[in-house]
């Protein structure tokens, strides 16, 4: 999971009071959202088909974000806004390019690894890559990336003082295909036998399981990233490591504006104010690929940090070159929409939410109750209530649009199984499997109350009365607590023993295109643990479980995206969650600026593909 | 030749929500330089306002004001705001009740002195000090120079008041108003700023108007005394006079609260009966007949004049009662016995008039 | 008087002590996220949040890590390290002092050189066409929400996206020392915004002292003396009318070099208050606990301030 939500609460606030200041001041805002419903895309909104090529070189974008980055060090970060800079700044092996969802190119690597040129041996156990022999760190470290910066970065993650949020899930010890020499609990950091460098451009990763294509992907998040151990090493000595905080190199395009000895903080990052790339001057256009090759038309991002969202969107509709790189108010997405609509996009597959009911214990328990409630649950209203179709559509089942496995599992449909079929709430079937759950009334008549907590920022509120309505309907009693969201995670919904029936505010945003990373934490059993748990519904189905270890071995890409979407037709048969929406990640820039989105992650914008008109 | 104060029918009301409030109800008294004049009324009788409107400082609170205040000639009602600014605390002055509320906190008290000094006369700050340390000294505060350096807070209840005098002595005004100079002080302190006043005026030559409630306040310092009651003088004449030969029933109230060792009396010293009228809405006939314990019918509807009392030269009164029933009740008053006993003095008269009468003169007694 | 201002300056630093343990015991009761876990990231191992838990001191007893926090700030003057960006509490909150304090400076002076003639005016044309509109427009300001305002305020005025455009919005901020013309120009609104509200409140404040204080018998003496109304007015009604505004002056100073949140919010001016709430949200103990205390000390520093101008302005106090 990564972490859009509190982007998205500022904004929400922000979009509130610009709302009530809009209804005072302009005669042209009193529809209502019911007008933006149902209006199709027009071609400039939706970022599919965007021109990547050929366009203006040079000039400095202006990037607003409410919202302050977390990490910058692309070992810890997780955080969507983070991702901005790291891809920017950095180089990972491989990488989607800015116009697929789902497609990855080489970036350091020279070619993706496949049976048959090599890159895959060992039956999916073995993994080698080469990297281009002329990428070069940025000052001071100023010499050409080995394959040891890339297996020292990868290794660095393991370390405590770092602790990438990936490293222990995709790589390690509860990775469903771990490298060797992860697997004991007791590995935290240093070299790793199954990351070996027999030269300078060549890497070669050992599995335990043959888990390649899987690895494949997962090298495309920031952990792959090289990370000098000259430079780094002694910074990683310290708890939490300065590596991203004070000094940092870059290998990509851009950098963060550094001193000679690639400080940084102060410099090219001010924390809560702004950071500024400027051109990496090591960085080497012709380092890249056929398949792949960043133009980087900017020659400066700056990016300012603070402000209020309606304010920021304003700025950025009505101003020149600039772009918002958090999530536009509600108000201002409704603004842009309507009067500069040529200035706003719309990327799906943004990530999901969904009510986590406890499969564990409790009426939910039984797999007619929790079918029941998705057949009651009116995901109409929840759509309505995340701001309307433009960003948001009902959510069908557990992969999400843009990731491999998609279309298998149902597409935008989903599976037609008659709880599914009526995404306004339906009470006749609902009903229909109250009694199947053994409520011969067609109401619940237990005596349990049912515990509900959800996220009292934004618009969590009224998805959480949404909920509790179809809860009541059929005959729940029910109580519910409204917390913060980082609270409602770390006292309730990610702590098995409060036993919670329905976390109706949590959701979930891919790492990558692969399927696994939307249901291997939240639905494999064996990956509840007893605090910071993500499996906020206690899933732990067998022969789900069973599925997806064998599903994570498939190699093979179209076997892969079916196995995966075989194991998402079991979740939807035993309804282990309740769906809400699909989201959609609006995007807003200015009318001089020619920005491209990045379609696998959440649409945010990619500076190495974004220019100036 | 004409007094030098000389207020002749003030009239001074105030517009307030609850109505209009006749504060002073066309009074008319006059002073003379080296006299003393009490006037001598409860609180809320319109004494103050009378002698605030003669500084004028009841314009700034929206008082509406006629009739004549001469002072030198010259009718202080009609002066321009400037022209009684220039007057007021240079030729008219006046002292308060309360002289530590009256006496700005926050200055020192020879600051303040040299503040009144210069209001009025252009002279150096040094010069103006050494003639307020020379103030301090003639009202009696002892080591003036360093006193003069203090804090109001710093003094005590009697230096307050002596320092109040001293300000207002400051540029030897020629008629100085007292507005319960000794209310706020203890007794025998009390005595000293009276003491003070004399000698002061003995010295200068000043004329003193004292106002007060208490009677005995002025029965040593003042020439003639005013008895005001409801904005209106009731009694007035020479202080002998007011003690000796009293024709108001409101006056011998306030003679008989004085307490005294010479007489025995039947009951306790009480003030008189009663609270004084609204100045709104204010009783119909005589002002003081719902206080009065000798009031008869006519005397609810008969609104008395002040007339001059027969036999008695510049004394008057304004009372319906008939000049013998006066004098017997004075006496049988004066001989210790209680109003209650004595309101059948009154009663002779009364078989004229008709019962209902005496049904209201029951009602006047309770 | 020397012994009293070192009285409560010692009082303020138990104040102080007592705050930073107030604090310390709402962040290790209330429920919140723990550090830890989120300085570890989703699924990490029980061994990585034990070593963040072990490395961040959090595996210490609760009495211990007091004991630790407590020495380093009254002994060594260290506020910890942020749990979140690793930079020193002291230096994020050097860094981000001059912009709070920019704004705190200008808009004082702004709201005092509105209010206070605005109160004079309205207590001496008491009741007057001139006061019930001061007074009205007071009303308006003193009950509109700051951030609301100062939206209206930016949607209506700024340059890049108000309607009539005339004055730097939003994020336009820059240090006085970079430039110090464009600093100036672009804290106009946000001093504005801030001023407004506390003009209002100032305005009806030294109306009512004044009002008060033209009352009393001192001021009858001054007129009695024969002083030009004038002078009446400032160096006897206003001299002491202006105490309790000093007062609420000072307290007000302090709190907003606390952090004014809204304010720096909505026009992301990068003061103490945006620093505290991002620490809130982060979960960033270290740094909450810096400004937190940061802002207790300017209000107990006001407060100590007040009790000495108090000296200065009333002689009474000065006494006794």
Redesign the interface.
């Known amino acids: 999971?990564r972490n859009t939500a509190?982007a998205a609460i500022i904004a929400v606030i922000g979009g509130l009071?610009?709302a009530?200041?809009a209804a005072?001041?302009s005669s042209s805002s009193g529809t209502s959202s019911a007008t933006t419903a149902n209006i199709p895309l027009k071609p400039g909104e939706n970022p599919v088909g965007q021109t990547l090529y050929g366009k203006t070189k040079g000039g400095a974008l202006t990037v607003?974000s409410s919202e302050?980055f977390?990490h910058l060090d692309p070992g810890?970060s997780?955080f969507v806004q983070d991702y901005a800079i790291d891809y920017a700044t950095q180089r990972p092996l491989f990488t989607y390019p800015p116009n697929s969802s789902n497609t990855l190119v080489p970036d350091l690597a020279t070619a993706m690894p496949t049976t048959a040129n090599g890159g895959i041996t060992d039956g999916g156990k073995t993994v080698t890559v080469h990297i281009q022999p002329n990428v070069k760190f940025s000052a001071p470290v100023n010499r050409a990336v080995t394959s040891a910066d890339v297996a020292y970065a990868i290794e660095r993650g393991a370390n405590?003082?770092v602790?990438?949020?990936y490293f222990?899930?995709y790589f390690?010890?509860?990775a469903p295909t771990p490298l060797v020499g992860t697997t004991s609990?007791?590995y935290?950091g240093g070299p790793i036998p199954g990351i070996q460098t027999p030269n300078p451009t060549t890497i070669v990763f050992h599995l335990t399981k043959p888990g390649a294509s899987f690895l494949i992907q997962a090298l495309s998040m920031p952990i792959s990233m090289p990370v000098p151990e000259s430079f780094a090493g002694p910074l990683d000595k310290?708890?939490?490591t300065?590596y991203g905080?004070?000094d940092l190199v870059a290998t990509g395009p851009y950098m963060l504006k550094s001193d000679s000895t690639g400080k940084f903080?102060?410099i090219g990052y001010?924390?809560?104010?702004s950071a500024t790339l400027v051109r990496n001057p090591n960085w080497n256009a012709s380092t890249y690929s056929q398949l792949y090759h960043p133009p980087a038309y900017l020659d400066n991002i700056n990016i300012?940090?603070?402000?209020?969202a309606?304010?920021?969107g304003?700025?950025v509709l009505?101003?020149t070159h600039s772009v918002q790189l958090d999530t536009p108010a509600q108000s201002v997405v409704k603004l842009a929409y309507q009067t500069y609509p040529s200035q706003i996009t719309f990327t799906t597959g943004a990530g999901d939410h969904y009510v986590a009911v406890n499969n564990s214990a409790g009426p939910f328990k039984n797999a007619n109750a929790r079918k029941a409630f998705w057949a009651a649950l009116d995901r109409n209203a929840i759509v309505k209530a995340r701001g309307g179709p433009l960003v948001a559509q009902p959510m069908t089942h557990f992969i999400y649009p843009g990731l491999n496995g998609f279309q298998q599992s149902g597409g935008y449909p989903g599976p037609q199984v008659d709880y599914n079929k009526n995404p306004n709430g339906d009470m006749t079937v609902a009903t229909k499997y109250m009694k199947a759950a053994g409520y011969s009334s067609g109401k619940y008549s237990g005596n349990a109350t049912v515990q509900i907590v959800g996220a009292n920022n934004g618009n969590d509120p009224a998805i959480i009365q949404i909920v509790n309505n179809a809860l009541t309907g059929l005959g729940f009693k029910t109580h519910v607590s409204e917390?913060?969201q980082?609270?409602m995670?770390?006292?309730y919904c990610g702590v098995p023993k409060q036993e919670i029936d329905a976390c109706p505010t949590v959701g979930w945003v891919r790492d990558f295109a692969d399927p696994l990373t939307l249901l291997y934490?939240p639905f494999y059993g064996p990956?509840i643990?007893p605090?910071?748990n993500?499996n906020w519904g206690q899933v732990n189905d067998p022969q789900i479980n069973a599925a997806m270890q064998q599903a994570a071995l498939v190699n093979d890409p179209n076997q892969r995206a079916q196995a995966w979407a075989n194991v998402d037709k079991m979740l939807v048969d035993q309804a282990v969650a309740a769906p809400e929406e699909f989201d959609n990640q609006p995007n807003i820039e200015s009318k001089d600026v020619a920005g491209v989105n990045q379609l696998w992650d959440i649409g945010q914008w990619d500076f190495m593909f974004s220019s100036l008109k | 030749m004409s007094p030098l104060l000389d207020v002749k029918d003030l009239r001074v009301t105030f517009e307030t929500e609850d109505g209009v409030v006749h504060a002073v109800d066309g009074i008319s008294y006059s002073v003379d330089t080296g006299r003393t004049l009490g006037i001598v009324g409860e609180s809320g009788s319109g004494k103050s306002v009378s002698s605030l409107t003669t500084l004028g400082l009841t314009r700034t609170e929206g008082a509406k004001v006629s009739g004549e205040i001469l002072f030198d000639g010259n009718d202080l009602v009609a002066m321009s705001d400037d022209e009684l600014r220039s007057i007021r605390g240079n030729q008219i002055a006046m002292i308060f009740q309360d002289p530590l509320s009256s006496l700005h906190p926050f200055y020192k008290v020879g600051w303040q002195l040299v503040e009144a000094i210069r209001a009025h006369r252009s002279v150096s700050g040094k010069a103006a000090h050494s003639r307020a340390v020379e103030l301090l000294d003639l009202v009696g505060i002892p080591d003036a120079n360093r006193r003069a350096n203090q804090y109001p807070h710093e003094f005590s209840g009697g230096m307050r008041q002596r320092a109040m005098i001293a300000m207002a002595l400051a540029n030897e005004p020629k008629v100085l108003i007292a507005d319960e100079p000794t209310t706020a002080l203890d007794v025998t302190v009390q005595a000293q700023i009276l003491a003070l006043l004399d000698d002061l005026q003995q010295r200068l030559g000043m004329a003193i108007i004292i106002i007060t409630h208490d009677l005995g306040v002025v029965a040593e310092t003042a020439d003639e005394i005013a008895v005001i009651y409801a904005g209106r003088i009731v009694e007035h004449g020479s202080t002998a006079q007011i003690f000796k030969s009293p024709q108001h029933p409101y006056t011998w109230g306030l003679l008989t609260s004085i307490p005294r060792l010479d007489i025995q009396r039947d009951e306790e010293l009480v003030p008189i009966a009663g609270r004084p009228p609204s100045l709104i809405h204010r009783p119909a006939g005589c002002f003081f007949n719902p206080r009065c314990p000798y009031a008869r019918d006519e005397m609810r509807r008969i609104d008395p004049r002040l007339e001059p009392v027969a036999g008695e030269s510049d004394h008057q009164v304004a009372c319906l009662l008939e000049p013998e029933v006066r004098t017997r009740i004075w006496k049988g008053l004066q001989e210790g016995q209680s109003p209650a006993s004595l309101r059948t003095l009154a009663s002779p008269l009364r078989t004229q008039a008709s019962a209902p009468a005496a049904q209201g003169a029951n009602e006047v007694s309770e | 008087m020397t012994t009293y201002i070192l009285r409560r300056v010692l009082w303020g630093i138990v104040l102080l002590f007592l705050v930073c343990l107030l604090t310390f015991i709402l962040f290790n009761v209330l429920?919140?996220?723990?550090p830890a876990?989120?300085?570890?990231?989703?699924?990490?191992?029980?061994?990585?949040?034990a070593?963040?838990r072990h490395?961040?001191g959090l595996d210490k007893s609760v009495l211990e890590q007091f004991w630790v926090y407590i020495t380093n700030i009254f002994l060594h003057f260290n506020f910890g390290y942020s749990f979140?960006?690793?930079?020193s509490v002291i230096s994020?909150i050097g860094?981000?002092l001059p912009a709070t304090l920019s704004l705190t400076v200008g808009a004082v002076i702004l709201w005092l050189l509105l209010g206070i003639p605005i109160g004079i005016i309205s207590a001496v044309r008491r009741r007057t066409f001139v006061d019930r509109t001061a007074m009205g427009s007071a009303l308006f300001f003193v009950s509109m929400p700051i951030?609301?305002l100062?939206?209206?305020v930016?949607?209506?005025f700024?340059s890049?996206?108000g309607?009539f455009p005339i004055l730097p919005?939003?994020?336009s901020y820059v240090g006085i020392t970079t430039d110090a013309g464009k600093w100036f120009t672009s804290l106009l609104l946000p001093w504005f915004v801030l001023a407004a509200t506390q003009a209002a409140i100032y305005s009806r404040l030294l109306r009512g002292s004044l009002i008060e204080t033209m009352s009393e018998d001192y001021i009858r003496t001054a007129r009695a003396k024969g002083l030009p109304e004038r002078r009446v007015v400032w160096k006897h009604g206003v001299r002491a009318a202006v105490t309790p505004v000093i007062t609420v002056l000072a307290l007000d100073i302090g709190a907003l070099l606390g952090g004014a949140v809204l304010t720096e919010?909505?026009?992301?001016i990068?003061g103490i208050g945006?620093?505290n709430y991002?620490a809130i949200?982060?979960?960033d103990f270290p740094v909450v606990q810096g400004t937190v205390l940061l802002a207790a000390m300017f209000i107990i520093v006001a407060n100590i301030v007040v009790d000495i101008a108090y000296a200065y302005l009333d002689p009474r106090v000065r006494y006794s």
């Open positions: 999971m509190r009071l610009a009530v200041v005072c001041g607003y302050d977390e810890e997780y405590p003082n602790a990438n949020p222990i899930s390690g010890a509860s609990a007791k935290a310290k708890a939490p300065t905080t004070q903080a102060g001010q924390t809560g104010k300012n940090i603070g402000g209020d309606s304010v920021i304003q700025q009505k101003g917390v913060d980082s609270v995670y770390a006292k934490v990956s643990v605090t910071n993500s | 429920p919140s996220a723990d876990q989120l300085r570890a990231g989703r699924n990490a191992s029980p061994a990585i949040i070593h963040i490395e961040l979140y960006s690793g930079q994020l860094d981000r951030y609301w100062g939206l209206i930016l949607f209506l700024a890049d996206i309607k919005g939003a994020n919010t909505v026009f992301d990068p945006r620093l991002d949200i982060h979960s």
